[in-house]
């Protein structure tokens, strides 16, 4: 966004600068060819030889024929402009603005006048000289906003190539990224499966623990009874091998009560 806001603020200075420039050149042309024209009609009075004619009205076909069977050429229209000159006229916005503040004033006093004209070459050149010093100023000023405008449009040029190279570099670094983005969302995604997998597992083994741990404490709690059983029961067995051996263990149990008796 700060690189679009300054892209878009130097776009609008370098168009406004661009009019700028424009609208001298246009009014210091305008300017010359004015200057230039009433230096030429100087000439014409002054100093003929470097009096240059204005060029002929070039005549259509049908015109040239209605002359050559002698009829009329065509009137020429007035070149318009200054004083008919053919050169616009340079208007000013503050012009249009005082005029209107000072719309029902009274005019002012005519301006004082020369004294009675006099044909004298010195003033003559003089004042040629003055137009030509006027014209070589607009050179100059012309030429030092050419230069100042050529300036400014390779600096306009470099800013937009170094925000286009910015823009494309923030772009690809935009594109690496988003990519790497992806694949982290992707590892966190796998990660997110082993765990609850591992989960799982860990819960079946708890179970299984428990489960064990169940069994262990049923075997501890009985042990002794199942101790005494098993010494029960491999006693009977022993007194079944013996009975089937041929042991009689009723006298056995007769004569263990006859010496009991004796005893009590």
Same mark, same amino acid.
């Given at each position: 966004?700060?690189?679009?806001?300054?892209?878009?603020?130097?776009?609008?200075?370098?168009?406004?600068?661009?009019?700028?420039?424009?609208?001298?050149?246009?009014?210091?042309?305008?300017?010359?060819?004015?200057?230039?024209?009433?230096?030429?009609?100087?000439?014409?009075?002054?100093?003929p030889?470097?009096?240059?004619?204005?060029?002929?009205?070039?005549?259509?076909?049908?015109?040239?024929?209605?002359?050559?069977?002698g009829?009329?050429?065509?009137?020429?229209?007035?070149?318009g402009?200054?004083?008919?000159?053919?050169?616009?006229a340079?208007?000013?916005?503050?012009?249009?603005?005082?005029?209107?503040?000072?719309?029902?004033?009274?005019?002012?006093?005519?301006?004082?006048?020369?004294?009675?004209?006099?044909?004298?070459?010195?003033?003559?050149?003089?004042?040629?000289?003055?137009?030509?010093?006027?014209?070589?100023?607009?050179?100059?000023?012309?030429?030092?906003? &050419?230069? =100042?405008?050529?300036? @400014?449009? /390779? #600096?306009?040029?470099?800013?937009?190539?170094?925000? +286009?190279? $910015?823009? *494309?570099?923030?772009?690809?670094?935009?594109? &690496?990224? =988003?990519?790497?983005? @992806?694949? /982290? #969302?992707a590892?966190?995604?796998?990660?997110?499966? +082993?765990? $609850?997998? *591992?989960?799982?597992?860990?819960?079946?083994? &708890?179970?299984?623990?428990?489960?064990?741990?169940?069994?262990?404490?049923?075997?501890?709690?009985?042990?002794?009874?199942?101790?005494?059983?098993?010494?029960?029961?491999?006693?009977?067995?022993?007194?079944?091998?013996?009975?089937?051996?041929?042991?009689?263990?009723?006298?056995?149990?007769?004569?263990?009560?006859?010496?009991?008796?004796?005893?009590?």
């Amino acid at each position: 966004k700060a690189l679009d806001k300054s892209v878009a603020e130097a776009t609008d200075q370098r168009m406004a600068e661009n009019a700028e420039f424009k609208e001298l050149m246009a009014s210091d042309t305008a300017a010359k060819e004015l200057l230039g024209f009433a230096k030429n009609r100087l000439n014409k009075f002054y100093n003929p030889k470097l009096y240059k004619a204005l060029a002929k009205q070039e005549l259509s076909a049908e015109d040239r024929i209605v002359v050559n069977n002698g009829g009329t050429p065509p009137p020429t229209e007035a070149p318009g402009g200054i004083a008919d000159t053919g050169i616009a006229a340079l208007v000013q916005v503050s012009a249009h603005s005082q005029l209107g503040e000072n719309a029902d004033a009274a005019p002012a006093p005519p301006p004082a006048t020369w004294d009675a004209y006099t044909t004298k070459s010195e003033e003559n050149t003089g004042v040629v000289a003055m137009i030509d010093l006027l014209i070589k100023d607009l050179d100059k000023e012309m030429t030092e906003a &050419e230069t =100042s405008e050529k300036d @400014a449009q /390779t #600096d306009y040029n470099a800013l937009m190539s170094d925000a +286009a190279e $910015k823009r *494309a570099t923030d772009a690809k670094a935009l594109t &690496e990224k =988003s990519s790497a983005k @992806a694949d /982290t #969302d992707a590892a966190l995604q796998g990660h997110g499966d +082993a765990k $609850k997998a *591992a989960i799982a597992e860990l819960m079946a083994t &708890e179970k299984y623990a428990q489960s064990l741990h169940s069994e262990c404490d049923w075997l501890v709690q009985y042990y002794d009874v199942r101790k005494t059983a098993r010494s029960e029961e491999i006693e009977s067995l022993h007194r079944a091998k013996a009975v089937l051996s041929g042991a009689d263990f009723a006298l056995v149990q007769k004569q263990a009560r006859t010496f009991l008796a004796r005893r009590l």
